[in-house]
């Protein structure tokens, strides 16, 4: 990647958009300190450089902490460890200064699962709750990090369309109460109706800027037409005329019962 | 029994093991969880085939045996953390490698200076008369370190251990936690191995953790369940050991696979009660 410069200012809903191998979970990963950039700098609005708040830190002089929020795409996590949910919720709450658990930090806790609806699962063990549950007390945990910023790597992957939704809408709810959100996405759609901004990655930087901007973009309408979209057909794109009768149907929300693909899928 | 318990208790260099394995256990099956939880299991078989390499080349050069094998151990557990971070090497190659390779050099030396006498074969495979004073006074001083360590760096342990890059992102203070690992496992190994052998000691932080995850599901239950499981099946092991005159070390990993299997089936049964 190369390139890749942009900014993002307090209160905004940034949605990286691209292609897999176009270089978002890199971003991600950069963003959060993960990796270390092989040039230039990822900066605060105090100009203290990410690296001052994790592994590796360098910046002395950043006494502030910059507290974020991070929630992992779920792939990464093992399926079959022991904890429960309030000590993975409370394990959030760990960027607060001290080695033991304070009534304050437990307090953050209960009320981050209780904004979220998971409070009654509290004792529960994580790996036995559904996928929506467990991205939610990743929500938690993440939100007890954080109240400024939250990262979320692709949250919905894997969600059925319900609790996609339904986490769509807490996301929304966390940004109108002044947080930052910055999410990796493949669900273009969902992104232009949630974000204000869209940064479209492939391997350097295809666009950047307001959502509205990006929704008058040939780049926008292409990456639309790639998906069975309801709304986007494109008689010039190669990729929309292979896939037309896919397209076709899906665009006016019709059932056809002559149609191999509808009865397949079942109504759309 | 109580008389043969009386017995066992009146010998002092019995006493020194019992006390010495009940700490080690402990102390090995705390680090056990996380090590296991991250797909670090065979991190402390690796580490005890290049303790046992360090304790053979020590004996030929007639070098105390402690001294040298700690820093050994340490560095070693260092450059396998470092290998598994670097995807070139897969991280059980890497373990592969360099427990086959220190072994290897280890069988050398031996081969070439004293050869196979009963202080290697001790090494190999433990013995109960292994604690003399120092390393009793060594090994519960660092029990009582290790154990300190662990309790004060409990939840960070739990946060690494769940999730690294959450962690590593959002804290800044949870860097060492590795490092921290990895020198404690190296210590209880270096000190665990001459009780419990080399080819053995491993059994020590893998058992019981793995046991433990049988029936509970809280990170917290595991942790002191693997704890107490492991000081119980120490204490079981070298009673029979001396009962029946077998070796300590595969005793107590016997009893470990009995205690196991009884998880294994509570477990089973208790999913089979809930549907």
Sequence with gaps: ?268 | MIRIIAEMLSYPFLVRALICGVLLSVCASLLGVSLVLKRYSMIGDGLSHVGFGALAIATAFHWAPLAVSIPVVVAAAFLLLRLNENTKIKGDAAIALISTGALAIGILVVSLTTGVNIDIYNYMFGSVLAIDKTSFFVSIGACVVIIVLFLLFYNRIFAVTFDEDFTRATQARSSGIHILIALLTAVVIVLGMRLMGALLISALIIFPALTSMRVFKSYKKVTVSAAILSAVCFVIGIFCSYTISIPVGATVVVINIIAFLIFFLIGKIRIRKQQ
């Excluded at chain 1, 069975?228 to 896919?246: A, G, M, S, T, V």
């Design chain 1, 1 to 268: 990647m190369k390139d890749v410069s942009f900014s993002i200012s307090a209160g905004d809903y940034l949605c990286i958009v691209g292609e897999n191998g176009s270089g978002k979970t890199t971003l991600m990963r950069t963003l959060l300190g993960l990796k270390k950039p092989d040039s230039g700098q990822v900066l605060f609005g105090d100009g203290c450089s990410v690296g001052s708040n994790s592994a590796g830190g360098g910046d002395k002089s950043c006494k502030q902490n910059h507290k974020i929020g991070y929630l992992p795409q779920k792939s990464n996590l093992q399926k079959d460890f022991p904890a429960s949910v309030m000590e993975i919720v409370l394990s959030g709450t760990l960027n607060e200064s001290g080695l033991f658990y304070t009534r304050k930090q437990k307090k953050k806790a209960v009320s981050a699962m209780e904004s979220l609806g998971i409070l009654d699962l509290k004792k529960q063990s994580f790996m036995e709750l559904s996928g929506g549950q467990q991205q939610r007390v990743l929500l938690a945990r993440a939100l007890c990090a954080t109240e400024d910023i939250l990262f979320l790597d692709e949250p919905v992957a894997g969600l059925d369309p319900k609790v996609t939704l339904e986490m769509y809408e807490m996301i929304r709810t966390l940004n109108e109460i002044g947080i930052t959100i910055v999410m990796i996405s493949h669900d273009i759609e969902a992104a232009l109706e949630y974000s204000n901004h869209i940064l479209h990655l492939n391997k350097d930087v295809d666009f950047f800027g307001t959502t509205e901007e990006y929704k008058k973009t040939e780049l926008c309408e292409h990456y639309l037409c790639h998906i069975p979209d309801h709304l986007h057909h494109d008689d010039d794109c190669e990729i929309c005329n292979e896939h037309q009768h896919l397209h076709e149907h899906t665009k006016d929300h019709l059932h056809d019962h002559d149609c191999e693909i509808c009865d397949e899928g079942g109504e759309r």
